[in-house]
């Protein structure tokens, strides 16, 4: 499902942002359509996470245009459609899963009963009384995503949600980042771990703080003439570094 207005759901033009006093994005110029999944890659210490704060709202911009969802990501009526998880699990571990979502759900002004909806839409239900940190890795990024979804976001920002997670879960996590993407949600989901390029219906790729390209999955194969997606980043993230 697309968005009936056409508009993208992310725009950057020459975003300049700085941290620590350096800057660490240089003028990024991106255009990302709704109702998508898009990867957004490239090695610890890009800007992924800076990138990704900024479109939420919490991270101040030197120059430059973003518009989220239409609107200036610190308009408040926007950030009540975009859900954030970040990089760090950050439920509470000695609260349920139950108490952990109603919490988010109490902040963004929903009810009990959207808190239990995320839930059962992360495969939590069974284990919705149970504190966070007796659930596996696995379960406790799930929780993370249900008190994400509680505001019913039009924008999922999720910052490495399958790092350190085994293989069989990380499957199950895209399978229900894949779910909410059917139903028109957009996704913008930061990896390190390139073969999670194939997941996703774009990739941007980035290097230092630049972006590098926004591509296919396949595109990226091709124009890298290889068959494997870690190849494909380390020639592309070469030949960037060449120019
Ligand atoms: N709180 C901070 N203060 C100063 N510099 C930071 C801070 N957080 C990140 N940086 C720097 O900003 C750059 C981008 O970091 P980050 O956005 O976290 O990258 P990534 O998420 O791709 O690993 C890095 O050079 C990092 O050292
Ligand atoms: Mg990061």
């Not at 059917?182 to 194939?198: K, P, R, W």
Request: with cysteine.
């Amino acid at each position: 499902m697309s968005e009936r207005t056409g508009e993208p759901a992310i725009r950057a033009k020459g975003v300049r942002v700085s941290r620590g006093g350096r800057e660490v994005l240089h003028g990024l110029d991106l255009e990302v359509a709704a109702g998508s999944v898009i990867g957004l890659m490239g090695p610890s210490g890009c800007g992924k996470t800076t990138l990704m704060r900024s479109i939420v709202g919490v991270q101040r911009i030197d120059s430059g245009e973003l518009t989220v969802l239409g609107r200036s990501p610190s308009d408040p009526a926007v950030r009540h459609e975009i859900g954030y998880v970040t990089q760090a699990v950050s439920v509470y571990g000695d609260l349920s899963v139950r108490a952990n979502a109603a919490y988010f759900a109490a902040l963004q002004g929903s009810s009990r009963a959207d808190a239990d909806e995320a839930i059962a839409t992360v495969g939590l239900a069974d284990l919705a009384d149970r504190p966070v940190d007796r659930l596996s890795g696995g379960q406790a990024s799930r929780a993370s995503l249900a008190c994400a979804l509680v505001g019913l976001p039009r924008l999922l920002v999720l910052d490495e949600p399958t790092v350190g997670l085994d293989p069989v879960t990380r499957e199950d996590i895209w399978t229900h980042l894949r779910s909410l993407a059917e139903q028109g949600v957009t996704l913008l989901v930061s990896s390190h771990v390139m073969d999670e390029a194939a997941r996703c219906d774009s990739v941007l790729l980035m290097r230092e703080g630049d972006l590098l390209a926004h591509l296919t999955p396949a595109e990226l194969l091709e124009r890298a003439g290889t068959t494997n997606a870690e190849d494909a980043f380390l020639t592309l993230i070469r030949e960037g570094g060449e120019r």
